[in-house]
């Protein structure tokens, strides 16, 4: 045993990890994503019935939606789509409605101030910094590279 | 002069202590697996009535100490020291039994090694001659362990195949100065072995090499060989880790193919219980000792066995900061001869 290098045992771990299944794994994410985002342009499309103009349409999708997820996550529903559709059920808002929602009811014992509010962002947290942070980005560069037009 | 110590790591009872009673109370997931018949009791609701997961646990590991000193036939006054241990953030769940039971008590850390580990120190307390009765028991909760180590039950995640399945149960066991055993004959208490292991969802991995050391060690202390033993078992080195001791133990010169076994692979059914890699947790090693191992044994079909409880002594913390997990086994052996 103490012949055997750190690197080498790591390497012979490696080879006995079984693969994961990528086709079957990238299947699911593929229908579950797309369902879910079926789902969206049917809501979408019914506001527009309703008479709604595009704004209105974007932001209630995103609101139904979001209430899906959450309902479903109180449910105890979203974690088996989860553990289905991988990355295709986390991606979506109804996933990013999950991880808020997951949180806040694990840590509801631990009180509504340093429980539920501020664990509430331990996972979507990291997706708020970087993708506000991101848009900022973008949005700078859009107002350096458009000025003068 | 340390009369009772025999090779480098091994010490051998001059009055092994007996195991005169034990008890084991598993959660719902744990009754539906193939050891279910074994344990003492099997719960409906893995919250038992309490408001946290964390109570729960607490209240597990307090009736399987009340049940194993009922089974031994004494009462709580009897008992001179509690050794105990579990998972959770400064062992609350060990240390609020000790607050309900009121016994002289040992506080241990040795996460998922400490059955063998609680063993391993109230077998010294009895052959030291400082103590009559003594109760090893820890604990685990899948609930409590995941929020504190991985992410929130509902969270829609993947678990990958490496990683195991956090047992929810308590495992308690009463040892004696007198009794007509089984006797904890041997323990051989192991060093912690580190490889570099940086996954905390591959802990099979990480542990497996601590085993094989403290099981050379065992071996190289005592003279004995796996034929001595009816069985050799590891706490919760799962599915990939016993292959992986498997392989190291043959490098070494040992075949251990014929009687070798993992308490987180016999505690479930992983094809229909998707469980991947196996059980861990405190309580793994714990429920299937004072559950299956040990009601064999008093039904003679095992004679002497070989525990090797399994820790990764790794936290939340020291992951994030991307250290790697030091693994630790320690191996008792449990024998119905002295």
Same mark, same amino acid.
């Given at each position: 045993?103490?012949?055997?290098?750190?690197?080498?045992?790591?390497?012979?771990?490696?080879?006995?990890?079984?693969?994961?299944?990528?086709?079957?794994?990238?299947?699911?994410?593929?229908?579950?994503?797309?369902?879910?985002?079926?789902?969206?342009?049917?809501?979408?499309?019914?506001?527009?019935?309703?008479?709604?103009?595009?704004?209105?349409?974007?932001?209630?999708?995103?609101?139904?939606?979001?209430?899906?997820?959450?309902?479903?996550?109180?449910?105890?529903?979203?974690?088996?789509?989860?553990?289905?559709?991988?990355?295709?059920?986390?991606?979506?808002?109804?996933?990013?409605?999950?991880?808020?929602?997951?949180?806040?009811?694990?840590?509801?014992?631990?009180?509504?101030?340093?429980?539920?509010?501020?664990?509430?962002?331990?996972?979507?947290?990291?997706?708020?910094?970087?993708?506000?942070?991101?848009?900022?980005?973008?949005?700078?560069?859009?107002?350096?590279?458009?000025?003068?037009? | 002069?340390? #009369?009772?110590?025999?090779?480098?790591?091994?010490?051998?009872?001059?009055?092994?202590?007996?195991?005169?009673?034990?008890?084991?109370?598993?959660?719902?997931?744990? @009754?539906?697996?193939?050891?279910?018949?074994?344990?003492?009791?099997?719960?409906?609701?893995?919250?038992?009535?309490?408001?946290?997961?964390?109570?729960?646990?607490?209240?597990?590991?307090?009736?399987?100490?009340?049940?194993?000193?009922?089974?031994?036939?004494?009462?709580? /006054?009897?008992?001179?020291?509690?050794?105990?241990?579990?998972?959770?953030?400064?062992?609350?769940?060990?240390?609020?039994?000790?607050?309900?039971?009121?016994?002289?008590?040992?506080?241990?850390?040795?996460?998922? *090694?400490?059955?063998?580990?609680?063993?391993?120190?109230?077998?010294?307390?009895?052959?030291?001659?400082?103590?009559?009765?003594?109760?090893?028991?820890?604990?685990?909760?899948?609930? *409590?362990?995941?929020?504190?180590?991985?992410?929130?039950?509902?969270? @829609?995640? /993947?678990?990958?195949? #490496?990683?195991?399945?956090?047992?929810?149960?308590?495992?308690?066991?009463?040892?004696?100065?007198?009794?007509?055993?089984?006797?904890?004959?041997?323990?051989?208490?192991?060093?912690?072995?580190?490889?570099?292991?940086?996954?905390?969802?591959?802990?099979?991995?990480?542990?497996?090499?601590?085993?094989?050391?403290?099981?050379? /060690?065992?071996?190289?202390?005592?003279?004995? #060989?796996?034929?001595?033993?009816?069985?050799?078992?590891?706490?919760?080195?799962?599915?990939?880790?016993?292959?992986?001791?498997?392989?190291?133990?043959?490098?070494?010169?040992?075949?251990?193919?014929?009687?070798?076994?993992?308490?987180?692979?016999?505690?479930?059914?992983?094809?229909?219980?998707?469980?991947?890699?196996?059980?861990?947790?405190?309580?793994?090693?714990?429920?299937?000792?004072?559950?299956?191992?040990?009601?064999?044994?008093?039904?003679?079909?095992?004679?002497?066995?070989?525990?090797? *409880?399994?820790?990764?002594?790794?936290?939340?913390?020291?992951?994030?900061?991307?250290?790697?997990?030091?693994?630790?086994?320690?191996?008792?052996?449990?024998?119905?001869?002295?």
């Amino acid at each position: 045993m103490d012949n055997i290098t750190n690197k080498e045992y790591q390497e012979y771990v490696k080879k006995k990890i079984p693969k994961p299944p990528y086709l079957k794994n990238a299947i699911r994410a593929f229908l579950t994503g797309g369902i879910i985002c079926l789902v969206g342009q049917i809501i979408r499309n019914m506001l527009f019935s309703f008479g709604l103009n595009e704004n209105q349409v974007v932001s209630g999708t995103a609101i139904i939606l979001v209430f899906i997820g959450s309902f479903l996550t109180g449910l105890g529903i979203y974690d088996k789509i989860g553990k289905f559709g991988g990355a295709g059920a986390v991606i979506p808002i109804t996933g990013f409605a999950n991880s808020i929602v997951s949180t806040a009811m694990e840590y509801k014992r631990e009180g509504y101030i340093f429980g539920v509010a501020s664990k509430m962002f331990t996972i979507a947290g990291p997706v708020l910094v970087f993708g506000i942070g991101g848009s900022i980005v973008v949005g700078l560069l859009y107002i350096i590279f458009s000025s003068g037009r | 002069m340390a #009369t009772k110590r025999i090779g480098e790591q091994t010490i051998k009872f001059e009055n092994p202590p007996s195991i005169i009673g034990t008890a084991s109370i598993v959660g719902p997931k744990e @009754g539906e697996g193939p050891l279910s018949n074994y344990f003492d009791l099997v719960l409906d609701d893995d919250t038992w009535g309490q408001k946290s997961f964390e109570k729960a646990e607490s209240k597990m590991q307090e009736e399987a100490i009340k049940l194993a000193i009922a089974n031994a036939k004494l009462s709580v /006054q009897d008992i001179h020291f509690l050794v105990a241990g579990d998972l959770l953030n400064q062992i609350i769940s060990s240390s609020y039994t000790a607050r309900q039971i009121g016994i002289p008590y040992f506080g241990l850390y040795g996460a998922c *090694s400490t059955m063998t580990e609680s063993l391993c120190i109230g077998s010294m307390i009895i052959d030291g001659g400082f103590a009559d009765y003594v109760v090893c028991a820890t604990s685990s909760h899948f609930s *409590s362990a995941e929020r504190q180590f991985r992410f929130p039950l509902e969270y @829609g995640a /993947q678990r990958k195949y #490496t990683s195991q399945w956090t047992v929810t149960g308590a495992g308690a066991t009463v040892l004696s100065s007198t009794g007509n055993g089984p006797y904890i004959t041997h323990i051989t208490p192991g060093k912690i072995k580190d490889y570099g292991i940086k996954d905390a969802n591959n802990m099979g991995a990480a542990m497996a090499p601590a085993a094989v050391d403290t099981i050379l /060690q065992h071996f190289k202390d005592t003279g004995y #060989t796996p034929d001595d033993y009816d069985l050799i078992i590891t706490g919760d080195l799962g599915l990939i880790g016993r292959r992986i001791v498997i392989d190291l133990m043959e490098k070494e010169g040992y075949d251990l193919t014929e009687n070798f076994s993992d308490c987180g692979i016999k505690i479930f059914d992983g094809v229909e219980q998707d469980t991947h890699a196996g059980g861990s947790g405190c309580a793994c090693s714990a429920v299937v000792f004072n559950g299956y191992i040990y009601k064999e044994m008093m039904k003679g079909n095992l004679n002497r066995v070989l525990l090797i *409880s399994t820790g990764a002594l790794h936290s939340p913390i020291s992951t994030l900061q991307g250290e790697s997990v030091p693994g630790i086994a320690h191996a008792v052996t449990i024998d119905n001869l002295k």
